[in-house]
């Protein structure tokens, strides 16, 4: 699981390559600079899950797919 964070807006995401993923959207938004964290979960049923429930606690700042308007500290305390 990843957070990828730039000021008030972040991505929770499952990625079994983030470092990569960082770049893809790093190339994508040049101009936001992306602070990230990842952390592992154990296998893929275990990762889904984790990701969802992190999903649902970020739910009322959705902004659009897996992009929320919270901090990075928030997100990373949602996928804790």
Same mark, same amino acid.
Request: charged content about 20%; aromatic content about 8%; some cysteine.
């Given at each position: ?6 000021? /008030? ?10 470092? @990569? #993923? ?5 190339? *994508? ?6 602070? /990230? ?10 990762? @889904? #899950?984790?990701?969802?429930l992190?999903? *649902?606690?970020?739910?009322d700042?959705?902004?659009s ?7 990075p ?8």
């Amino acid at each position: 699981i990843y957070v990828f964070g730039g000021g /008030s807006i972040s991505k929770v995401g499952i990625s079994f390559e983030p470092d @990569r #993923r960082l770049l893809n959207l790093q190339a *994508a938004q040049p101009t936001i600079p992306l602070t /990230s964290h990842f952390a592992e979960a154990g296998d893929p049923t275990t990762i @889904r #899950r984790a990701e969802k429930l992190a999903h *649902a606690m970020l739910s009322d700042r959705l902004i659009s797919n897996e992009w929320f308007k919270a901090s990075p500290a928030e997100c990373i305390d949602a996928v804790k």
